[in-house]
């Protein structure tokens, strides 16, 4: 887990509810209102979505959904902004290519 859990200004890492949401088909836990970019950063995932010429590999940017370097397909919508959408039970998250694809 590359998650931080004692932040030396903010401290400690609150206790939270936590969720399974399924990225590319494998099941990952996430703390309950968590960014969907910090659940699968701190699970290892640092790729979400991929150019569509070169297939080059694209993660999290700017953090605050201005870029959409960090779009993912989740429950079959493409182009979800990852940094500013929470996590949800269940979720199904998918590495996009390109623009995406609806489903």
Known sequence: MNRITDHP??????????????????VMQARKGEMIAAALMANGKNTFRKTVKREEPR??????????????T??????VRTCVTEVEEG?????????GEWQ
């Open 59 to 72: 993660g999290i940017y700017c953090g605050i959904g201005r870029c959409t370097d960090c779009v993912m």
């Open 91 to 99: 979720m199904v998250i998918q590495t996009q290519i390109g623009s």
């Open 74 to 79: 989740v429950n079959g919508i493409p182009n």
């Open 9 to 26: 200004i903010l401290g400690p890492l609150e206790e939270a509810e936590m969720v399974d949401i399924i990225v590319d088909g494998q």
